[in-house]
């Protein structure tokens, strides 16, 4: 059993950063893949980015590639998204999420854990 909690999140302008911390509690956090995944209002929880147990390899979405970086230090039992050049459409809640797998996933069936979430807000 892991706890995730989530945060980092906050109001930014459009053009800048933040950086959303995943913390794990419990079964140490380097026996879970982890991945990222975000959901908008009125819109279905979508995938952003994700990172194997090791930390070796990782996937970001299309629509955030080139602007935002998953990361880990399972010495920290931390998962990390680094989010630059932020846009409105990113604009939603932030969940991280564990998989019991060595490997991630991009399907939000694959983890068995998820934090509560963290608000990020891109204005205009």
């Known amino acids: 059993q892991v706890q995730l909690v989530e945060s980092g999140g906050g109001l930014v302008q459009a053009g800048g950063s933040l950086r959303l911390s995943c913390s794990a509690s419990?079964?140490?956090?380097?026996?879970?893949?982890m991945g990222w995944f975000r959901q908008a209002p009125g819109k279905e929880r979508e995938f952003v980015a994700r990172i194997n147990r090791s930390g070796e390899s990782t996937n970001v979405a299309d629509s955030a590639k080139g602007r935002f970086t998953i990361s880990r230090d399972n010495a920290k039992n931390t998962a990390y998204l680094q989010m630059n050049s932020l846009k409105p459409e990113d604009t939603a809640v932030y969940y991280c999420?564990?998989?019991?797998?060595?490997?991630?996933?991009?399907?939000?069936?694959?983890?068995?854990?998820w934090g509560q979430g963290t608000q990020v807000t891109v204005s205009s």
């Open positions: 419990g079964r140490t956090s380097s026996s879970y893949a």
């Open positions: 999420a564990a998989s019991r797998s060595d490997v991630s996933s991009s399907y939000s069936f694959w983890y068995d854990y």
